[in-house]
Nanobody
Framework: QVQLVESGGGSVQPGGSLRLSCAAS???????????MAWYRQVPGKQRDLVAS???????DYADSVKGRFAISRDNAKKTVYLQMSSLKPEDTAVYYC???????WGQGTQVTVAS
């Protein structure tokens, strides 16, 4: 079965940067290449919100709150999706999850904390 594993979270000061990775396993590259992949984030007591997504052809979309600061990308050969986060703000603090949009498979999440 397909599994997603996120990594790269941590603590950073406001204005800093982090790069999250989401590696897929249990899926062949040909199938992974067809997936629309997305990053979501969730804070305690709130719903999980879409942050960014990338289609099989590389088209991207972002939440207004992260436009110009975050960049989603994918490496199909490595079956991995990335989220480069820059100019981080305290309000970016959340657990970040990746998801295969077509199948609804989620990763386990990685914590990002932005604080001085």
């Amino acid at each position: 079965q397909v599994q997603l594993v996120e990594s790269g979270g941590g603590s950073v000061q406001p204005g800093g940067s982090l790069r999250l990775s989401c590696a897929a396993s249990g899926v062949i590259s040909i199938m992974f290449n067809t997936y629309r992949m997305a990053w979501y984030r969730q804070v305690p007591g709130k719903q999980r919100d879409l942050v960014a997504s990338i289609t099989a052809t590389g088209s991207t979309d972002y939440a207004d709150s992260v436009k110009g600061r975050f960049a989603i990308s994918r490496d199909n050969a490595k079956k991995t999706v990335y989220l480069q986060m820059s100019s981080l703000k305290p309000e970016d603090t959340a657990v970040y999850y990746c998801k295969i949009e077509q199948t609804g498979v989620w990763g386990q999440g990685t914590q990002v904390t932005v604080a001085s």
